[in-house]
């Protein structure tokens, strides 16, 4: 199987195909593991995401539910370490009544305080490193033989199904998956439309066990990695594919993240980038055979691939089984 794009969900449906006994080969238009895997801050938070039951929030529990799993699994078959914590999210703007609804959908919360303000703890929630997830990824997947083709951007998939073109050559194999975010909706005829959102995200060093959970407020969110790292976020901006740094929203987000958490106005800033979500159309992303040709389509997660991708993942072996 050929498949088109080396992201976190690329990456993951390649690795469990292969495991499932299937030659893949994976092309990507940059290095891999890139894009907005690799922008991510990596929260694993329906509690943050989710407003009330649907496909999408009923498929990112069943992801949840199996995500330490996952990452067990791939820490395993990678020797790759992944910082993983089941740390809970506090929210200072769910109220009572979006933790009425999200009951409903199985996304469990409780009153608290932050700091003296009140808000809704979400036990369930965690975070990932996201870098670390897909570098992990890429080893466990060239350990299973998948041929990955980085910097080596797919042109177009072919009508057939069965190939595709580069710069370089073209390629055939049994079937092909689009899995190249943003830029996924050119690559076949009639595919939905895919849609570039930019978000800016800021690092800033400090002392590990500064923040327990993740904490968020509306648009701004706040995690901590176990080595101390702080990521605040984040934009949410139609720039297309234009990846400038916009030093006012960098600015904008520096100041919301010392709101929740004043100890960064004086901290260290040791990066600040910017990624392309994928959006699509509707809620919830595409993953189903999109022709009568054997054209697979995995897209369209915009702020949710890193928490969707185990999920991803199983009914993508399931469809091409």
């Known amino acids: ?121 979400y036990p369930d929630d965690a975070v990932v490193d996201p870098r670390e997830v897909t570098q992990a990824l890429l080893a466990a997947c060239r350990a299973r033989g998948v041929d990955i083709h980085e910097n080596e951007a797919v042109l177009q998939v072919g009508r057939d199904g069965k190939s595709v073109t580069t710069a370089i050559g073209a390629y055939e194999d049994e079937s092909v998956l689009i899995a190249a975010g943003a830029w996924s909706s050119d690559l076949y005829p009639g595919l939905r439309k895919t849609t570039p959102v930019r978000g800016h995200l800021i690092a800033y060093r400090m002392p590990p066990g500064l923040l327990a959970s993740i904490v968020r407020n509306h648009g701004t969110y706040i995690v901590q990695r176990s080595s101390g790292l702080v990521i605040a976020g984040t934009s949410t901006e139609d720039a297309g594919f234009d990846r400038t740094l916009d030093e006012t929203v960098l600015a904008d987000i520096a100041r919301r993240a010392a709101e929740l958490v004043p100890e960064l106005r004086e901290a260290e800033i040791v990066e600040r980038w910017n990624g392309l979500r994928p959006q699509i159309e509707g809620e919830a992303p595409l993953i189903a055979r999109v022709a009568e040709a054997p054209v697979y389509a995995a897209i369209g997660h915009y702020r949710n691939g890193i928490l969707l991708a185990p999920e991803t993942a199983r009914l993508v072996v399931d469809l091409v089984d």
């Open 1 to 121: 199987m050929i498949i088109v794009g080396a992201g976190i969900i690329g990456l993951s449906c390649a690795w469990r195909l292969a495991q499932a006994g299937r030659r893949v080969r994976v092309f990507d238009r940059r290095s891999a593991a890139c894009e907005a895997s690799w922008a991510g801050a990596g929260m694993l938070a329906p509690g943050g995401e989710m407003e009330a039951d649907s496909p999408l929030s009923r498929m990112a529990l069943r992801s949840l539910s199996i995500y330490a799993d996952f990452v067990e699994e791939l820490t395993a078959e990678s020797g790759v370490a992944i910082d993983y914590r089941s740390c809970g999210g506090i929210d200072l703007a769910a109220t009572d009544e979006k933790a009425e609804r999200q009951a409903q959908a199985g996304i469990r919360s409780e009153r608290c305080e932050y700091r003296g303000r009140p808000a809704r703890f």
